[in-house]
């Protein structure tokens, strides 16, 4: 499968732990980007990278919330002292620099705050 | 403010039945909106987008800006169909925003 790879796919974690979602874009892929999702509701717009520079944070992103792409290859969601707010899924997507170039998503990973 | 709202949380209709699954759009920029659509047990997908004027599994959607819509029609509804919708508004260079999504329930 050569689309978006997320790992973990699931993860529970007890309030107050820190966890860390890896992203795997497509290859050729340039950008990549952070969603989150939570029940009812539609992908909501987390962070931006194009290659390894982080273009753009949303305001959800609280301090507890760091991403990473080094390298501009993978990237990595970090969130430190869960809250049982941050329980969702988090959605990764790439696209090419193409304006034409739809975003390919991920399956995702769903984060537990127990 | 930009906003992309779906009004429907769920649409029900029986095999065979026109469908239309409604989107309307808040932006003060000229628009580029899309379809995406999420599959039982399948990762969030395009659909279509609306530059494209192309019909993708028998579906079309048509961009009016009068009334700020991207409505997503298909004369004939499928099972495989059912599915859950998403419309999305491209802000900018690389920003999307999604609405929350409709609930398409195809029954035979």
């Known amino acids: 499968d050569t689309g978006v790879s997320q790992n973990p796919r699931h993860k529970i974690t007890k309030r107050g732990q820190n966890v860390t979602f890896r992203c795997d874009p497509i290859?050729?892929?340039?950008?990549l980007y952070w969603y989150r999702q939570t029940l009812g509701q539609g992908p909501e717009f987390l962070t931006y990278?194009?290659?390894?520079?982080?273009?753009?944070k949303s305001r959800l992103l609280s301090d507890r919330f760091s991403a990473e792409r080094p390298k501009g290859s993978f990237s990595t969601l970090e969130i430190q002292r869960t809250e049982q707010g941050d329980s969702a899924m988090y959605l990764c997507?790439?696209?090419?620099?193409?304006?034409?170039?739809?975003?390919?998503f991920g399956n995702g990973t769903r984060l537990t705050v127990t | 403010a930009q906003r992309v709202t779906q009004p429907e949380k769920l649409l029900s209709v029986f095999k065979g039945a026109p469908v239309e699954l409604k989107c309307n759009y808040s932006?003060?920029?000229?628009?580029?909106l899309f379809w995406y659509v999420q599959y039982s047990r399948q990762r969030l997908q395009l659909l279509l987008r609306?530059?494209s004027r192309e019909s993708i599994k028998g579906f079309t959607a048509d961009l009016n800006k009068g009334e700020t819509s991207f409505h997503l029609k298909k004369p004939f509804a499928q099972e495989e169909d059912s599915a859950m919708y998403y419309c999305?508004?491209?802000?900018?260079?690389?920003?999307?925003?999604f609405g929350t999504g409709t609930r398409l329930k195809v029954l035979a």
């Open positions: 290859s050729e892929h340039n950008r």
């Open positions: 990278f194009q290659n390894e520079a982080q273009l753009e």
């Open positions: 997507a790439s696209s090419s620099s193409d304006m034409n170039s739809p975003l390919h």
């Open positions: 609306h530059i």
């Open positions: 932006y003060s920029g000229s628009p580029e």
């Open positions: 999305a508004l491209k802000t900018g260079t690389y920003k999307y925003i």
